[in-house]
Each structure stands twice: as structure tokens, then as C-alpha cells.
């Protein structure tokens, strides 16, 4: 099988052809966004057929390189009506690659019916799925782990997905074959939908090999990342250790915290849906500890979350679905926000912007802050796809208009980040510029040693460096933990190293960043044809006019300053 799949949902083919050249030297963000600029109307209907959606691996898929082996969805957003690129850990990235597979591009509608796109080493078919329509990602997967195997990886939809809500999260199945890795952001599942593709499955047992320019130049610079990713503060200690929760406690510290629908920047009880709460509750439970999201990541931040009696609620429950599906709702409950983590995985919707739109439901009188039961029955609504449940389904947009909510905390249609941009103005920064709305990993800034979380002295050069370099990882296909070393020159030139021991030739930082310069500039094209101008730019109108409890800052840059944060 070649490396480059096409699928078309009309007429049912499915070919395999070499990578084109004008795609070559591209992988997941930059190759997601080459070809949306070069094969799709950019004003197209995002559910419609004209749009496409496009399941890829980065560059450095399929080597040793740690974090390496993240999957890539993308196409235009039905959310936020741009560009979109949603990258996942999981196992389907990795049996991609070892089938040779670079990027699966499914356009058209098919007549009628369900698909499911199976892929094995001898070629990929499309089968009917008609049986598994309605189904969540729990039995789904259940099911066709059964039928092609339990080491089979999974990318699929559950019943969001197939309603075509816009919040709708294409799910991945972990190493332990869960659906609980997941393409979240931007309604990809949407758009899966859309195309009638209830799921696709690629066996396990590939045995292509990776090609190297030069084996013992990337084997010696591996070994030189290795040591900067073990070696950073965040990568090889507190994330390890605490996982992503760990930020849970330093955002509440800095007032920073999103707490009852973005009214505070500090929540009572931050410390029960802590990091180092739920670490020691979990060993308490007697949980398997920390692990990786994909095959061969070092850093291993995931942490199954297990009840009292140690049966599985979930896996991976990340800081921003303990912020925004707890402190953002007053919940201070790790256990409840597990099984809001699970109904959101199991029907396939994102956790974040799930959590932005309970928070506005909230503050709209649907459920008091606080109240459990009222999120849960509002997470069912949603499940059982109730009239309101597919106004939520829309987004915190659709919900806030539907209540009259004025505080609504998205950019672009898609919920912010648990982090108040008020109190954290580099990152407010990187949602009101990034290219796929509000987006923090497109350049978070918590913790950047030259900022003042309250200040805005600094924050444009260092977003737009942010920027750069999260592109540049999402391009490779490295989980953005992993590129926290690279600011050290040491660790850039390692990284030099690996891309001229993988691919030939001369790689410098200028050449490497240059990845992340060309997918930005491309997405920027992609929105500009779109009609997304710089008036999109903006945060909401309360971020600038209610100061934040306890720090009394606003978000005060203009649209002048922000336009310098993607400058080119």
C-alpha cells in the first residue's frame, strides 16, 4: 500500500497513490493545511460536501523520537468556520506509520448508510456499519476491537458525532484499547459524520521501516532529546509526576483559574480536582500510575482514574476538563468531573467546550454552580440529543443566545481554555490571534520566565514565538510537552540533528521553525479566503471590562498589538 490514501464517500473508492510533491516535506498541522488551501473552496459548507477531512501523521512519525507517534484530524471547522487541525496520542498514529501510511483524506457524501474505512497491511476497504449506528465509543469500540482485534487502533464517532453537533470529538483508542485519546477540538467528528464514517480501523503488525538519511547522526541526537526532555522541570518532572493536573494548583495560585463561568480567578476547591490530590487518591485506590497516551513517550503524564471500589471511570483526565468541568462549574469534585470526562468520550463531544457550555447553561439558570446532578442531567440532554441537548451541541454560542447569556467565553465560536486571560495575557493572547480560535496549544504562556501573568510588557514577541514553535511540533507530530527543552540551543541543534539523520541535507533552528512559519502562514490564508478577518481577533467584551477577582486585571492589548502577535 502506498503511503497517501484517498477516499471518496460518493462513489465508494478508496485509492492508494504516492505522496503528491507539491505535499512533500509536510506532515501533520502543515500538511493538514496545504491541502485544505490547495483542494477545498475555503467558503465551503465545514458538514457539506465540498469539505474534507483529513487524518494524518507528522514528520517523525514512525521513529524513536518520544511523543512522535500523534495523529493529526483536520479540515475546516464547522465550530469556528476556519481552519482546524485536532492531534491526538492513542495507538492509530503509530500502526499508521508502520503500515507506511502518511494521511487519509475522505472527501464526498455517500447516498446513504454508515461506513467504516478497514486498513490493513494488503490495502483499505470500505465496509457498511449500518449495525454500529447509534452506538457511543465504549461499545463501538467494544465491538470492533472484538471483530478485527483488541490491538487494532480506532478512530471513531460516537452519537455527537453522527447528530453533526459542532463540539462533536473524533475518539482514539489508547494502548489499552479505551476511547479515551481524543481529536477534540473543532468539530472533526462533525465532519466525520458528515462523510457518513461511523469509524475507521488499521490492523496492527505493519513492518514498514522507517528510511534514515543517516541512522547514527539521529540515534546520537535522540539520545541528546532524550536527556532535555527528561531533563526539563516540566517534562521530566512535575508533569511525570502529577500529569497535566498539576496546573490545576499553580492557576489558582496566580488568580488565573476559570471558576463559575469565568466570573473569578480562584476556586475554594481547587485542591480536590488537584494534581497531587488526585495522584495520592489514585495510589490510595490502587491504580496502575502514570503511563504514556502513545506507544514509546517518556514523559508518561496519563493517569487512569479508577472509583472506590477501583472499577475504570477514565484515562487522561486532563487539567482543562478538571478546570472547565469543575472549578468553571464550582465542582470541586475529582470523581464527578471522571464521569463527566467519560459521557463526553463515550458520546464524543470535546470536554473544554463542554465545559464552557455548562458554565454559560449555569450562569443562564439551568443548574445552580456547584450542582452535580443539574451538570449530569444537562450531559444527558446532550447524550439522548433532547432539543436543548443539540443547542448545546451547537456550541457555548448556541446556548449562551438560546439563554440570553451575555458572558459567553469563546473566540471564533470555540471555548477558551481554562485559563483566564485576564490574569494570564500571554495565553488571552494566543486565543484572540490563533487561527482555530481559542486555542491555548497554540501558545500557552503560563510560566514563562520573562512574564508577568498581569502584565501585557513582553507578550506579543513571546506569543509569536509561542506560536511558531507549537505549529513546528504539531507539524512533526511531537506532543507539545515535548518541545519545552527546545528553547535551550543544545537541545534545538539535537533536534537539527534528528530532522538531518531522518530526512538529508542541512537543518538549522531557522529551517526547523520554518515548518511552523509555513503552516502558520498557510492557515492564515485558509481563514483569509474564509472571510475570518482581524476583527475576529478579539476576546470577548467582558474580558476587557470586568476586572478579575482577586488580581482586578483585564484584558487590556488593542487590536494594534495583537495583529503583531502572528506577523506574517
Not at 1 to 20: C, I
Not at 268 to 286: P, V
Not at 297 to 310: A, R, V
Not at 482 to 488: I, L, R, Y
Request: glycine content about 14%; hydrophobic content about 40%.
Amino acid at each position: 500500500m502506498r503511503p497517501f490514501l484517498r477516499v471518496n464517500m460518493a462513489d465508494m473508492s478508496v485509492k492508494d497513490m504516492a505522496v503528491p510533491a507539491n505535499y512533500e516535506g509536510l506532515g501533520g498541522r502543515g500538511l493538514i493545511a496545504k491541502i485544505l488551501n490547495e483542494e477545498i473552496d475555503a467558503k465551503c459548507d465545514p458538514i457539506g460536501e465540498g469539505n474534507k477531512l483529513i487524518f494524518c501523521t507528522g514528520l517523525l512519525a514512525g521513529t524513536p523520537v518520544t511523543t512522535a507517534q500523534r495523529l493529526s484530524v483536520g479540515g475546516k471547522s464547522p465550530l469556528t468556520n476556519t481552519v482546524k487541525e485536532a492531534n491526538a496520542g492513542g495507538t492509530v498514529g503509530l500502526l499508521m506509520a508502520k503500515l507506511g501510511l502518511k494521511a487519509i483524506v475522505v472527501e464526498g457524501k455517500p447516498k446513504d448508510g454508515l461506513w467504516l474505512l478497514h486498513i490493513t497491511a494488503e490495502g483499505a476497504k470500505l465496509v457498511a456499519a449500518d449495525e454500529y449506528a447509534g452506538l457511543n465509543n465504549y461499545e463501538l469500540f467494544e465491538k470492533l476491537q472484538g471483530k478485527y482485534g483488541s490491538k487494532a487502533g480506532i478512530a471513531g464517532i460516537g452519537s455527537a458525532g453522527e447528530r453533526l453537533y459542532n463540539i462533536a470529538s473524533v475518539q482514539v483508542s489508547s494502548i489499552a484499547g479505551h476511547p479515551t485519546r481524543a481529536a477534540a477540538r473543532g468539530g472533526m467528528g462533525a465532519v466525520m459524520g458528515s462523510k457518513g464514517l461511523k469509524a475507521i480501523v488499521v490492523d496492527a503488525g505493519g513492518t514498514v521501516q522507517v528510511q534514515y538519511a543517516d541512522r547514527a547522526k539521529f540515534v546520537e541526537n535522540n539520545k541528546t532529546l532524550i536527556s532535555g526532555v527528561q531533563g526539563n522541570a516540566l517534562s521530566g518532572s512535575a508533569m511525570p509526576a502529577l500529569g497535566t493536573a498539576v496546573l490545576v494548583n499553580v492557576t489558582n495560585a496566580i488568580g488565573a483559574l476559570a471558576t463559575n463561568n469565568f466570573s473569578v480567578g480562584q476556586f475554594a476547591g481547587a485542591e480536590k480536582i488537584s494534581g497531587e490530590f488526585i495522584t495520592d487518591q489514585q495510589t490510595k485506590r490502587g491504580g496502575r500510575g502514570r503511563h504514556g497516551c502513545q506507544p514509546g513517550c517518556l514523559i508518561k503524564c496519563s493517569l487512569d482514574h479508577i472509583d472506590e471500589n477501583g472499577e475504570f471511570i477514565t484515562s487522561g483526565l486532563e487539567f482543562e476538563t478538571l478546570a472547565l468541568m469543575g472549578s468553571n462549574l464550582g465542582i470541586g469534585d475529582a470523581d464527578a468531573v471522571a464521569r463527566f470526562d467519560r459521557i463526553c468520550d463515550d458520546i464524543g463531544v470535546d470536554t473544554m467546550d463542554a465545559g464552557a457550555i455548562l458554565g454559560v447553561c449555569m450562569e443562564g439558570g439551568k443548574a445552580a454552580f456547584g450542582d452535580i446532578g443539574g451538570a449530569l442531567s444537562l450531559l444527558k440532554e446532550m447524550a439522548d440529543g433532547t432539543d436543548f441537548g443539540k443547542v448545546m451541541g451547537a456550541g457555548a454560542d448556541s446556548a449562551g443566545k438560546a439563554l440570553g447569556v451575555k458572558r459567553v467565553p469563546t473566540v471564533k465560536g470555540q471555548g477558551v481554555a481554562a485559563y483566564d486571560p485576564r490574569a494570564l495575557k500571554g495565553t488571552g493572547v494566543s486565543y484572540a490571534v490563533s487561527t482555530m480560535g481559542a486555542d491555548h496549544t497554540t501558545g500557552n504562556a503560563i510560566g514563562h520566565p520573562v512574564l508577568n501573568p498581569t502584565k501585557k510588557d513582553g507578550a506579543i514577541p513571546v506569543v509569536a514565538q509561542l506560536q511558531v514553535v507549537m505549529a513546528t511540533a504539531d507539524t512533526l507530530g511531537v506532543c507539545i510537552f515535548s518541545s519545552f527543552c527546545w528553547g535551550d540551543p543544545t537541545f534545538m541543534a539535537a533536534l537539527c540533528g534528528i530532522l538531518e539523520g531522518r530526512f538529508g541535507g542541512a537543518w538549522d533552528a531557522d529551517r526547523t521553525v520554518g515548518l511552523g512559519v509555513e503552516t502558520l502562514t498557510l492557515e492564515k490564508e485558509f481563514n483569509r479566503k474564509a472571510g475570518i478577518t482581524a476583527k475576529d481577533d478579539v476576546l470577548p467584551e467582558f474580558f476587557y471590562t470586568e476586572p478579575l477577582s482577586p488580581t482586578g486585571a483585564v484584558f487590556d492589548f488593542t487590536p494594534e498589538e495583537l495583529a503583531g502577535a502572528i506577523p506574517f
